[in-house]
């Protein structure tokens, strides 16, 4: 995929925030081994996960310390084929991690305002755990524009390419 997105505009700076991570965006091949550290690395707030047997997945679950949520959604079975699904967060809220209000300066910056930025701050203040579960909204398949910036944000996507996303598939609501 092409992102288009303004160059003159200062990449939001955070450690959970890189274009290493769009790499597991299931896009195109990756290194799946890179999930199974990034959360505990540092480089992104959110992983999810599969594994292809209970036991692996039970082996990563085991691994996880108390700094760490996660969700297990029901297995998926494709045939002879099962699935094993974890996603796991680290504890608090997005605001704890990211600054609110470089977030929204950069989405400004990237000239995106069409979307409830109230939303978007209780949405921030969330603890993950709440917002990977399914509780708030689902975050493998966003509706509203506020909950693509947070599923970019626990998935460290770069805001450029949420930004594009969003007038892509022109989800934002005209400020005119």
């Not at 700076?13 to 990034?38: F, K, R």
């Not at 701050?121 to 708030?136: A, F, K, Q």
Request: hydrophobic share 35%; with cysteine.
């Amino acid at each position: 995929m092409t992102y288009r997105f303004n160059k003159d505009v200062e990449t939001l700076q955070s450690p959970y925030i890189s274009w290493e991570n769009l790499n597991c965006c299931g896009g195109w091949v990756s290194d799946d081994s890179y999930l199974l550290t990034a959360v505990q690395e540092g480089k992104k707030l959110c992983a999810s996960i599969i594994f292809d047997t209970e036991k692996e997945l039970e082996g990563y679950k085991k691994s996880l310390t108390d700094e760490y949520d996660y969700f297990c959604r029901p297995t998926m079975y494709n045939g002879p084929y099962s699935f094993f699904y974890i996603d796991v967060c680290r504890t608090g809220a997005i605001r704890d991690y990211i600054n609110e209000d470089d977030i929204l300066q950069t989405y400004d910056l990237l000239g995106i305002k069409g979307f409830n930025r109230k939303l978007l701050l209780d949405l921030l203040g969330i603890p993950m755990l709440y917002l990977i579960n399914g509780e708030t909204f689902s975050f493998r398949d966003p509706v509203r524009p506020e909950e693509w910036i947070v599923t970019g944000l626990l998935l460290g996507y770069p805001l450029e390419s949420t930004a594009w996303l969003l007038e892509k598939h022109d989800l934002l609501v005209s400020q005119f």
